[in-house]
Each structure stands twice: as C-alpha cells, then as structure tokens.
Nanobody, 127 residues
C-alpha cells in the first residue's frame, strides 16, 4: 500500500522558516524522484522542488530557488523541504509526490509526471 505522508505545515510569519517532511512507504523509494507541489487558494498546483533519491539531483522552481532546500534520508525513506525567508505568497497546501521518471528541469515538474500522490499539509505565511 503506497503512502506519502506530508507533515510539518503550520502558521509562520513572513521571513520565518518551516521544514516539511514526506515519509514514503509501499514502493521502492530509491527508484523514484520525490517532488513537492503546492496549491494556493484559487490557483493551479505548481511544482516546487524535486530530488532524485538515488543520485541526489535536485530541482527548484524559480519562485523558491535560493530559499528552499530539498533533501532526502534514504534510511528513513523521508524527504524534507526546508523553507526559509517565507513570503505570504508561499501560502499554500504543500503536497509530496513520487515520480518514476524525474523532471528534466524545473519547467517539467508537472503533475503529469506523478505516479503517486500524498495528502497535503497547509503552510500559512502571515505578513
């Protein structure tokens, strides 16, 4: 039974930090890329970051590059998204997902790649 459990969301002031976690089970973690998406109210879901777990390759969208850091712990089958310098426009429900075929670059971090979705965790950044 495939599970991707995102956690760590919450309320934070602008300029603050949060770290999200995505605990994966039920599939071969090392064979997949793990992605973070987010969906703000009234907007489409967008790809934020990706890590290819077996080689450590990372990808970031332009909107978060330099502020967010993705990492993985293969021993725990867990991926983290460290978010710093948070802005009100980062407010969204954040989802983790697994894709067998990783994105080639940031522009290809799309829902079409995803094989498995997790439930989201809400991040609210107050101004």
């Amino acid at each position: 039974d495939v599970q991707l459990q995102a956690s760590g969301g919450g309320l934070v002031q602008a300029g603050g930090s949060l770290t999200l976690s995505c605990a994966a089970s039920g599939f071969a973690f090392g064979d997949y890329a793990i992605l973070w998406f987010r969906q703000a109210p009234g907007k489409e879901r967008e790809g934020v970051s990706c890590t290819v777990t077996h080689d450590g390759t990372t990808t970031y969208s332009l909107s978060v590059r330099g502020r967010f850091t993705i990492s993985s712990d293969s021993a725990k089958n867990t991926v983290y998204l460290q978010m710093t310098e948070l802005r009100p426009e980062d407010t969204a429900v954040y989802y983790c997902a697994a894709a067998y075929d990783p994105p080639i670059h940031a522009a290809t971090m799309t829902e079409a790649l995803v094989d498995y979705w997790g439930k989201g965790t809400l991040v609210t950044v107050s101004s």
